[in-house]
């Protein structure tokens, strides 16, 4: 028997599959074990040792006073020839395998179920890492785009995919770029024989994730994340307080000119982020919500939640923002419908276009029905 390529083998498995190899020796023995009860419906006990370069196979056999064909049992003569002289008949011993218990076919049969098995540990691994890591932040490598726009990811043991529903527009995805991604979701190919992690770039929660990962006064609990909304590729504002009246939330998040935060800008692509102040009493957090804007006068309706407000005509534009996203956002964040008129048009007693902006509902849940997952792109399999 090459037990010596044998040990060889298993050792390369174990190097390329991160794979203990005391785990794979297990494994081995099984497989063995299993072999044999293909060929002579028996499933002997099997032991395995590591003697330098080589490995034994050593298979439990029963001492019989005349041996049979049985490939289990050996002779009391020959026992006590080779081994020891006080074997007595019945005993059972371990037996170093022969070439007539481990024959080609066997040895076939043993790498295959070594390879079920091993693929089988792969599939339980990458399940295990998306499982693990779900609703969390995960770094990724990029590597293939598909014919429909969706990004293919490979992670350590598993394989990511970003449909272009949780893409963020003009965010770019170059080949092996390393990125975060938010995991949300499970799913296999339709080879039933991947697992693979559905990917999210758009989600707040990233944001919210990334900041965790970043700062240690969040993580311990010194500065506590409020609610966070987001609008991909444009802004994110966060609310967060402290629990200490001496630390100011946030200037420890921005640093010295920005610098703590700017990680987490680089990470999300240049997007803005605004750290805001929480506080409970809405005259002084809608005007910190809105951002660097000149307020000339706020009026809250209480039983409605409006907050009507009237800035300087060339502050409309920044109060409001691209496309009434920054409206929205500080809507969606105070939990106040936000109606903002500019000084002229309250003179004129003229209505704007638009003035009242309301919350977006922001969910993190997720229809994954929806995702069809195809073939994994040639050339990229884990």
Known sequence: ?????????????????????????????????????????????VKIEIVKDDI??????????????????????????????????????????????????????????????????????????????????YMGTIRKKDEKGNIWVEFEKSIGFLPVIYQVKNEPYFANKKIYFLLIGIKEDVTKTNVIAILNRKSPLLVRKLLEKEYNEIKEGTIEIGDIVRQAGYRTKVAVRSKLPYLDPVSTILGPKNFRIQAIVNEINGERIDIINFSEDPKIYIPRVLGNVKILSMDLDFNNKIAKIIVPDEQLSIAIGKEGYNARLSATLTKWKIDIKSESSIKRKTEDKET???????????????????????????
């Open 56 to 137: 034994k196979i050593m298979i439990e056999k029963e001492v019989v006073k005349n041996a049979t064909d049985n490939p289990l049992q050996v002779s009391l003569r020959e026992v006590q020839r080779k081994y020891d002289k006080n074997i007595k008949e019945g005993d059972k011993i371990f037996i170093e395998a022969n070439d007539k218990d481990f024959s080609r076919s066997e040895a076939l049969i043993v790498k295959q179920l070594l390879t079920q098995k091993i693929k089988e540990l792969e599939y339980k691994a990458a399940y295990e890492e998306i499982h693990s890591n779900l609703k969390n932040v």
């Open 356 to 382: 009242v902006f309301e919350a977006v509902n922001v969910s993190e849940d997720y229809n994954l029905e929806e995702i069809e997952v195809k073939n994994i792109p040639s050339g990229f399999k884990k």
């Open 1 to 45: 028997m090459q037990t010596r390529a044998l040990l060889s083998a298993v050792r390369q498995l174990s190097y390329e599959k991160g794979i203990p190899l005391e785990k794979l020796i297990d494994i081995l023995s099984e497989s063995i074990s299993k072999s044999f009860k293909k060929k002579y419906k028996l499933t002997p006990n």
